[in-house]
């Protein structure tokens, strides 16, 4: 078994999660990290919570982001506001030593103003539910010309709930070279079709 050091990862994301006590890679981390941090790739990946999976995601996508950088440029789309709070609050924790990183849970439910100055301070990740994106979007209120990377987190839960439109539209407004993570318990036909 390889350690995350081994796997790549950077002395200031190794130091954050050795405070939260993760010793070894789990094994959905040790597959997915080196491919993430390696070549840009698009990538499925069939995995249930309590897998790891915000860290496989999560600790390749803060690596590789431009810390000049003050526009988004990593999305990642979950079904709830639960799961939302629960990855921002991950990726903050992971990027406690990295300068400047800014990331930023949006979600419905809760009055919009105060996500709407909060991007406008600046963040380089967002953390969203797709109808909360939608309206930001529709407000002008965020940009994603400048996002090269796109997770897709419980997929099938997001179709489960409604959200095929509101991900194709969301999608539809990002550059086409972004790549896209795509995380799902299950490969429901519309999930292999959004990945086609
Ligand atoms: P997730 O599937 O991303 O919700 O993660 C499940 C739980 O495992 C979370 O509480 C993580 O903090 C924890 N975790 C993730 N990776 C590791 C690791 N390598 N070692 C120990 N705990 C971990």
Same mark, same amino acid.
């Given at each position: 078994m390889k350690t995350f050091e081994e796997l790549g990862i950077a002395a200031p994301l190794l130091k954050a999660i050795a405070?939260?006590?993760?010793?070894q890679p789990m094994p959905v981390q040790e597959?997915?990290?080196?491919?993430?941090?390696g070549e840009d790739i698009d +990538?499925?990946?069939?995995? #249930?919570?309590?897998?790891?999976?915000t860290a496989a995601f999560g600790l390749p996508l803060l690596q590789k982001l431009n810390p000049e950088?003050?526009?988004p440029q990593a999305l990642v789309l979950c079904p709830t506001r639960e799961l939302c709070l629960q990855i921002a609050d991950d990726l903050n924790s992971y990027s406690k030593y990295m300068n400047d990183v800014h990331v930023l849970p949006v979600y419905g439910g809760t009055p919009i103003d105060a996500?709407?100055?909060? +991007?406008?301070?600046?963040? #380089?990740?967002v953390v969203a539910t797709p109808g909360r994106l939608l309206d930001l979007m529709g407000r002008n209120a965020v940009s994603l010309s400048g996002v090269h990377t796109v997770v897709l987190d419980?997929?099938?839960e997001m179709l489960n709930m409604g959200f095929a439109e509101a991900l194709e539209e969301i999608?539809?407004?990002?550059?086409?070279?972004?790549?896209?993570?795509?995380?799902?318990a299950t490969m429901p036909r519309e999930i292999s079709k959004i990945a086609a």
């Open positions: 405070e939260l006590g993760y010793e597959e997915v990290i080196p491919y993430l941090l +990538l499925i990946a069939l995995a #249930q919570t309590g897998t790891g999976k950088g003050g526009m996500q709407i100055r909060a +991007l406008r301070r600046g963040v #380089q990740v419980e997929a099938d999608l539809a407004g990002i550059p086409s070279e972004r790549h896209l993570l795509l995380f799902s």
